[in-house]
């Protein structure tokens, strides 16, 4: 705090009070402590950033901006190692969000291939076509496993990831293109 008031060309009394630079003091009632400052008078107190920012009239931002500049402190160093560790789970998490994303878009597919090859099925009226079976067999699951992907996709494939892939090896839709399981 001393180096600050020094630079600003404020020298305090020996008891470590100043004139307070921010009323019309006549009595040093701003006392400057090792860390911090606080006016008896006006009730403005604070550390060396806020002092710096009241002193100069701007953000603290700036004044913490100014201080660093004037004080030769460098500020845009490399990254901490903890800074680094927040970035890469941040990196991670949005991975895992993607591959999320991507395996709902895929199960989505694949259900909704399904479901058009059963109607395929239905539609040839033929009962020996093996869709016309399936179709009577599997409608309705398939309608129930759409709506629970859409409803709550983490307990859906909690349940039935396995079934969608076994769907998607039976009925070839989409399955080359799968992506991973997301975890």
Not at 77 to 95: A, I, N, V
Not at 155 to 166: D, I, N
Request: charged share 25%; glycine share 8%; aromatic share 14%.
């Amino acid at each position: 705090m001393k180096a600050v008031l020094q630079h600003f060309g404020l020298v305090p009394a020996r008891r470590g009070n100043i004139l307070c630079p921010f009323h019309a003091d006549h009595r040093p009632s701003c006392k400057i402590y090792d860390n911090s400052f606080y006016c008896w008078a006006c009730g403005v107190g604070g550390d060396v950033i806020n002092f710096t920012a009241r002193y100069l009239n701007i953000s603290n931002l700036e004044a913490a901006k100014y201080l660093a500049a004037a004080f030769g402190i460098i500020t845009d160093g490399p990254e901490t190692l903890r800074q680094q560790r927040e970035r890469e789970k941040r990196e991670q998490q949005r991975k895992a969000q993607k591959k999320w994303e991507q395996w709902q878009r895929w199960a989505f597919q694949v259900l909704t291939c399904y479901q058009a090859k059963l109607l395929e099925g239905l539609r040839s009226g033929d009962c020996n076509n093996h869709w016309w079976v399936k179709y009577h067999q599997k409608e309705s699951i398939v309608e129930y496993y759409l709506d629970c992907l859409s409803d709550n996709p983490e307990a859906f494939y909690q349940t039935y990831h396995g079934e969608v892939k076994r769907i998607a090896e039976a009925t070839d839709s989409g399955y080359q293109g799968r992506p991973r399981a997301a975890g």
